[in-house]
């Protein structure tokens, strides 16, 4: 199990400009629907966007503190 602020802190650690909005999808601490906008994601496909994503959560996801997450991801408006 993973806190919000915690899984958060996982994201803007490494996009920096992120905004991220997190909602626990069962109530259980390790399933989650992430939203991340970020400037970062301009002229970046979806996949790619998912991937800079998962690749912040990696380690949470190695050790069990994260089990599932859907992604969305926007560029500021």
Same mark, same amino acid.
């Given at each position: !199990?993973?806190?919000i602020p915690d899984l =958060?802190?996982?994201?803007t650690d490494?996009?920096?400009d992120a905004e991220v909005n997190? !909602? #626990?999808k069962t109530g259980m601490s390790d399933? /989650? =629907?992430i939203h991340v906008t970020s400037k970062a /994601?301009?002229?970046v496909g979806i996949m790619d966007r998912h991937r800079m994503v998962m690749d912040c959560l990696s380690g949470a996801m190695s #050790?069990?503190?994260v089990h599932a997450a859907e992604i969305k991801t926007d560029v500021p408006g």
């Open positions: !199990m993973i806190s =958060i802190q996982l994201i490494k996009i920096s997190v !909602m #626990d399933h /989650f =629907i /994601f301009a002229e #050790d069990g503190r």
